[in-house]
């Protein structure tokens, strides 16, 4: 069956610019989860959504950054006027419960900010 | 300090050596220790998950938490040239809306 993916694979930006990276998750998967990796600094946890709750949003960096996600299905992170320490690998993840702890991820979306 | 600290490596052992992957951790509500391994340019996949402390063993994999140390370890026994990924070693508290740790990861080679 499909896996999660996302969209785009590679994003280049200019500073300053806004960007939206988008993750559709497994069908079914009620969890869906927004990190960013760095070079050597492992996965960051930015925001957490699970079914109709609210979102846990304690992981994002600042205001600049906002995540939704329509229907309990396909969600959009967007980055307001990027920075150059935005550049990093953003990954998605999705998962069945938030009692289950294997999470499926997508390939990520890879951000450079010039 | 970090809630989980894991050396980057990188890590080069020849092809059929014993390789042993580790992680401290600090908050002793840790509940859930995952390792996830990730290839280059893709995302983790889950290999192992252990609930709560001993060991759990799968094929040529072994995880093991010591929650009296708070450190658990990952043993590949018969390492091959396609276990050459970076180890990521995770863990979550046992809440209802959890959130995952994630440690740097371990840059592992193994050489055939």
């Known amino acids: 069956g499909a896996g999660v993916s996302q969209s785009p694979s590679n994003k280049v930006t200019e500073k300053g610019k806004d960007v939206e990276l988008r993750c559709d998750p497994i069908?079914?998967?009620?969890?869906l989860y927004w990190y960013r990796q760095s070079l050597g600094q492992g996965l960051e946890f930015l925001i957490y959504f699970q079914g109709n709750s609210a979102p846990d949003k304690s992981g994002l960096p600042s205001d600049r950054f906002s995540a939704e996600r329509t229907g309990g299905s396909v969600s959009t992170l967007t980055i307001q006027r990027t920075q150059q320490e935005d550049s990093a690998v953003y990954l998605c993840?999705?998962?069945?419960?938030?009692?289950?702890?294997?999470?499926?991820f997508g390939p990520g979306t890879r951000l450079t900010v010039l | 300090q970090k809630e989980v600290e894991q050396d980057p490596g990188p890590l080069s052992v020849p092809e059929g050596a014993i390789v042993s992957l580790n992680c401290t951790y600090s908050n002793s509500a840790f509940q859930y220790f995952m390792w996830y391994r990730q290839y280059s340019r893709k995302g983790p996949e889950l290999l192992m998950y252990?609930?709560?402390?001993g060991n759990k063993e799968d094929g040529r994999f072994t995880a093991q938490v010591d929650k009296s140390s708070k450190y658990i370890s990952l043993f590949i026994r018969d390492s091959q040239p396609s276990d050459s990924a970076t180890y990521l070693c995770a863990m979550s508290l046992n809440t209802g809306g959890f959130k995952t740790i994630f440690g740097a990861g371990t840059r592992l080679f193994v050489k055939a």
């Open positions: 252990t609930y709560s402390s």
């Open positions: 069908s079914g998967h009620t969890a």
């Open positions: 993840a999705s998962s069945t419960a938030p009692s289950v702890n294997e999470q499926f």
